[in-house]
């Protein structure tokens, strides 16, 4: 080979590496897209409450591994026609009622979220058929940026956190189960 032929195969080879890795640097620099909020939450220790009546609840420890908060929005399962995120607060009477909550629930990055009787949970209205113990209800949370999280909870017997339901109307429905 001669010598401007072996030049230019050097700097055409100088190029080629120095064009890959500038194309490196930007890729590094772009930032990164967060996942799906339905790819960061898992739930834990989750489970129904058996009933024969027309209501019931879901609860457990939902977990968020990712590093933006997310919001769930609303829940569907095949067990029940309605389903609705709930949260328990005190009335003007000092009573404990359950409700809708506005927004839906909020799981902190790196944090959790409680649905506990007596507290947060997710309430199954117009049950499809009675729930009992051993039977398994699956569920599907539905973020704010549309991803979805499905997961099947055992149904459990469990007498306890008998609030009153405050529904759209102002009407209580009292004893209603969760």
Do not use: Q
Request: aromatic content about 4%; charged content about 20%; proline content about 3%.
């Amino acid at each position: 080979m001669n010598t401007p032929t072996k030049n230019l195969s050097r700097l055409t080879a100088l190029v080629a590496v120095s064009l890959l890795a500038l194309t490196g640097c930007a890729a590094a620099e772009t930032p990164t897209e967060a996942a799906p909020a339905g790819e960061s939450v898992t739930i834990e220790d989750a489970w129904v409450k058996a009933t024969d009546e027309d209501m019931s609840a879901a609860f457990g420890t939902l977990t968020n591994s990712g590093t933006d908060a997310v919001t769930i929005v609303s829940a569907e399962t095949d067990a029940a026609g309605m389903v609705e995120l709930h949260e328990t607060v005190e009335n003007e009477a000092g009573e404990m009622v359950m409700r809708e909550i506005e927004g839906g629930f909020s799981i902190p990055a790196g944090g959790s979220l409680e649905l506990v009787p007596g507290a947060d949970h997710i309430m199954l209205m117009g049950l499809t058929g009675a729930l009992s113990a051993g039977d398994e209800v699956t569920v599907t949370l539905t973020f704010s940026d549309d991803s979805t999280y499905a997961f099947t909870a055992p149904v459990k017997d469990y007498s306890g956190a008998n609030e009153n339901y405050e529904g759209d109307e102002g009407d209580d429905h009292e004893g209603m189960d969760h």
